[in-house]
């Protein structure tokens, strides 16, 4: 068990159902893709450690809502408490991408007063020979809301890794510079954790003395 | 944080704040302070295993923690005077301040920050944060041991209940605490402050408070919330331990908590530690019941609960609201009819948990399981909790069998390595690898491991039946009839658990058989008491159901569902 990490960042998964939120996020943790996956009910939860400069571990907890509209109130209570998302379509389904705006304009109002670092996700872009939304597009529509724009895979494991890394930095980046602050009452960001608490308050005992000398 | 703070100790407190969080206040470090003091304050006396701190380190932190929120005040008053003697008054009078826990004296320091004759700095956020107090402790539970000391909870209520009260008085508490504070006020008060362990009562473990338990249970031995901050805290009690026991010590430590930045000393600390762990890997595998829970999402789960309860229960007071005369007062019995169900029903399935299920099979319970969640008419499938409940039943089985002819074999530390890299990636794969040869440790690491997981499921299975019952069901089935169900549900559940727990307990003593007690008691002990707090998860997390169900009622009595 890895225990140690800078810092964790949960992370809200969200998008129209059977766009593969679950299975992207899956791909993600378990390395493994899913041929059937079960409508996901209400949330679920993930969660993977992610190395984003040696040494500088991030925990990722992943909030994986459900896609359908009878759960959307449910899912809705949790936009507050995320710092960073991926907003998921799918390439091969326009409604999907139509979509977006609303699922923007929910968070909005929803994640009041914190803000959450988003990312448009393409998803199945193994299927390029049915695609309905161009690239261009959808890079147009994330441009337009100030996010990033990326393709991925959850079957071909395609950019799956680097659609949560560069996330993950850009989020970094905002805490880093302070743009982003932990706040008590608020799960979005939390810092790092020691496992023995107990020893390092020794250790501290010690280095007391030693600097009082 | 305002300049009149600045006082010997503020003045530290700044600076270390602003480095790690800025947005950090001087409230919330008063928040943290008093809830350490709960916490260690139970801890000191009652502790069985001796590795956790010093006793000197505990009371150092009472009395830090009762004496922080005064030196504002006397602040103000001494402003930025370097006088030895005048801070020596103003710890005198902390520890004049120390009558702690329990005693209702305890509730003026705690108040302290709320005395508007007290010109505490910053007023930004107030006790606003008492909500998220308990969230965060929930979260932060994530990361530390489960040595849950029962106490610690009743203590935590009654810590609650005086801080409800504050907050309830004071505004602008965020959204979700609003609706929490009324619950948990009421809650706080109906609490037994010597009650029993697992007893839950009925409305023991609505809103905060079950997170709050529940996560100060868990938190236990480690205290306190996120890592370098907490480290920090224990690090200026510790120095006020310092000074206290060592009266020639007081002026230097003033100069010095001027000149050196404890959170630097900390990151050295922090660094050491990290090294240490990379090379004892083993030792700080030890079960970590907490940290194992967190990891099978049981925390996160139990947080999506709560968040679920708590907007349901908003619901059902502002559909309340929304009523008058007759109607309302039908409701009214219906939802006490509900409710009655959970109290009543809950008692009689503790007294039951000693006859049944003690030799249950894992295939029995998930049959049960799986009717059970049937005729609670929603679509919830029991898959993710029999799978674990049958990993749990099947390693001590399987080892059962072997252990007793080579009870004594120690396995070299290079296989135990190398199993402990394997579980992090398939418990499952490793554990048929290693059939038979476990030492004492693998047996309770594992079972701390699979009793972790077994309640994660448990929790997630619940919260998975409330989500359904908001909004997935086909079929409706009467509220009254569902919490007759859902209290079966728990009952096996917890019944379930508990006996693995006695099934991993027993399997610990043949093991360990040849071992001398001081090394197989600390292990047996805490093995029965995270068996304890794993029912508790459970049954708390069964009360968050209450206002779902009450919720579902109205939806479908009411028709016009409150939004």
């Known amino acids: 068990m890895e225990a140690i990490w800078l810092y964790q960042f949960r992370l809200i998964v969200i998008g129209d159902s059977t766009v593969g939120k679950s299975c992207l996020i899956r791909r993600f943790t378990e390395g493994r893709f899913a041929q059937v996956s079960d409508p996901t009910v209400g949330v679920d939860f993930f969660s993977r450690l992610v190395e984003i400069e040696p040494g500088k571990r991030i925990k990722l907890q992943i909030w994986d809502t459900a896609g359908q509209e009878r759960f959307r109130s449910i899912t809705r209570a949790y936009y507050r408490n995320s710092v960073g998302g991926l907003l998921l379509f799918d390439i091969t389904n326009r409604r999907s991408f139509q979509n977006v705006h609303e699922w923007l304009e929910e968070t909005k109002v929803h994640v009041q007063p914190y803000q959450i670092v988003f990312v448009l996700v393409g998803h199945k872009c193994d299927l390029d020979t049915q695609r309905q939304v161009t690239r261009h597009e959808a890079e147009k529509l994330a441009a337009a809301y100030g996010m990033k724009y990326i393709e991925t895979s959850a079957r071909d494991a395609i950019n799956v890794e680097k659609a949560f890394t560069d996330l993950t930095r850009d989020i970094y980046e905002l805490v880093k510079r302070g743009e982003i602050t932990i706040q008590e009452g608020w799960e979005g960001v939390k810092s790092g954790f020691v496992p023995n608490v107990v020893h390092s308050s020794e250790e501290v005992v010690k280095s007391e003395r030693r600097c009082l000398c | 944080m305002s300049d009149d703070a600045s006082d010997t100790i503020a003045t530290t407190d700044r600076e270390e704040i602003t480095k790690i969080s800025s947005s950090d206040s001087l409230p919330e470090d008063a928040e943290v302070h008093s809830d350490s003091a709960t916490v260690s304050n139970q801890l000191a006396p009652g502790e069985p295993r001796g590795d956790v701190r010093e006793d000197a380190a505990d009371q150092g932190a009472e009395t830090a923690a009762a004496g922080h929120p005064q030196q504002p005040k006397d602040a103000g008053t001494t402003e930025t005077s370097l006088n030895g003697e005048v801070t020596e008054d103003t710890l005198a009078e902390c520890v004049d301040s120390v009558s702690l826990e329990g005693e209702p004296g305890s509730e003026i320091p705690l108040k302290e920050p709320n005395d508007p ?403 197989l008691n600390p292990m047996i002990n805490s093995m029965l008491l995270e068996g304890c707090n794993s029912t508790t998860y459970i049954q708390d997390a069964f009360q968050l159901l209450l206002p779902v169900l009450q919720v579902s009622h109205i939806q479908t009595n009411c028709q016009t569902p409150a939004s």
């Not at chain 2, 299920?357 to 049937?374: D, I, N, P």
Request: glycine share 6%; hydrophobic share 35%.
């Open chain 2, 117 to 519: 004759a007290v010109d505490s700095p910053p007023q930004g956020r107030g006790w606003a944060g008492w909500g998220s107090w308990g969230k965060s402790l929930l979260s932060s539970a994530s990361a530390t041991v489960g040595h849950g000391l029962t106490a610690v909870k009743e203590k935590a209520g009654a810590t609650l209940r005086i801080h409800s009260v504050n907050s309830g008085s004071s505004e602008g508490a965020q959204p979700e605490t609003k609706n929490g504070v009324p619950a948990v006020a009421d809650v706080a008060a109906d609490q037994d402050p010597t009650g029993s362990p697992p007893a839950s009562p009925a409305s023991g473990s609505r809103g905060m408070l079950s997170a709050l338990t529940n996560a100060v249970q868990s938190t236990g031995k480690s205290v306190l919330t996120g890592g370098l901050d907490a480290l920090e805290f224990i690090g200026k009690k510790t120095m006020n331990v310092l000074a206290e026991s060592d009266p020639g010590f007081k002026r230097t430590k003033t100069l010095m908590e001027r000149t050196v930045s404890l959170s630097q000393m900390l990151r050295e600390a922090k660094e050491k530690e990290k090294q240490r762990l990379a090379q004892q890997l083993t030792v700080e595998r030890t079960a970590h019941y907490g940290m194992l829970f967190d990891e099978y999402q049981g925390l996160s789960h139990l947080e999506a609960l709560e968040i679920l309860s708590n907007e349901s229960e908003s619901k059902v007071q502002s559909f309340l609201v929304s009523l008058d005369g007759e109607k309302l007062e039908l409701l009214k019995n219906d939802l006490i009819s509900i409710k009655d169900i959970f109290a009543a029903k809950e008692l009689e399935s503790e007294e039951n948990q000693e006859q049944q299920g003690l030799e249950e099979k894992g295939e029995e319970f998930a049959s049960m399981l799986t009717e059970l969640l049937f005729e609670l008419h929603v679509a919830a499938t029991p898959d993710k909790l029999n799978k674990a409940m049958k990993k749990a039943h099947d390693w001590v089985e399987e080892d059962q069998t072997t252990v007793s002819v080579d009870v004594t074999k120690e396995s070299e530390e290079e296989t135990k390595k190398e199993e402990k890299e394997e579980k992090a990636e398939d418990p499952q794969e490793s554990k048929k690898e290693e059939k038979g040869t476990k030492t004492v440790e693998e047996v309770y690491m594992l079972s701390i491991e699979s009793l972790a997981e077994v309640t994660a499921r448990c929790i997630e299975q619940l919260h998975k039946v409330a989500e359904l019952i908001l909004h997935g069901q086909e079929e409706e089935k009467p509220a009254q009839d569902q919490a007759k169900v859902l209290i079966k549900l728990t009952t096996a559940m917890c019944n379930e658990v508990a006996s693995l727990s006695k099934k991993f307990t027993k399997f610990l003593t043949t093991v360990g058989s040849k071992k001398k007690a001081e090394v």
